[in-house]
């Protein structure tokens, strides 16, 4: 079988949305990935609040 389903509504974008915590402090944060395949908490500069920068993506939320 070769069918993919997803349980997602809505179209796909290039952006993908998921959640991340500092590999340093644990904060977890709304994870944005560029299409570098970097991840960047959004609504920061780019790094936490603790300074560090970077982040673990938590794949089973
Ligand atoms: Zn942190």
Do not use: I, K
């Not at 796909?12 to 990935?33: F, I, K, M, P």
């Amino acid at each position: 079988m070769n069918e993919e389903r997803r349980a997602r509504d809505g179209p796909e974008t290039d952006e993908e949305a998921l959640v991340g915590e500092c590999t340093e402090c644990g904060q977890v944060y709304s994870l944005q990935r560029g299409a570098d395949g970097t991840v960047v908490p959004m609504g920061t500069d780019g790094v936490c609040q603790c300074g560090n920068d970077e982040f673990e993506p938590l794949s089973d939320l």
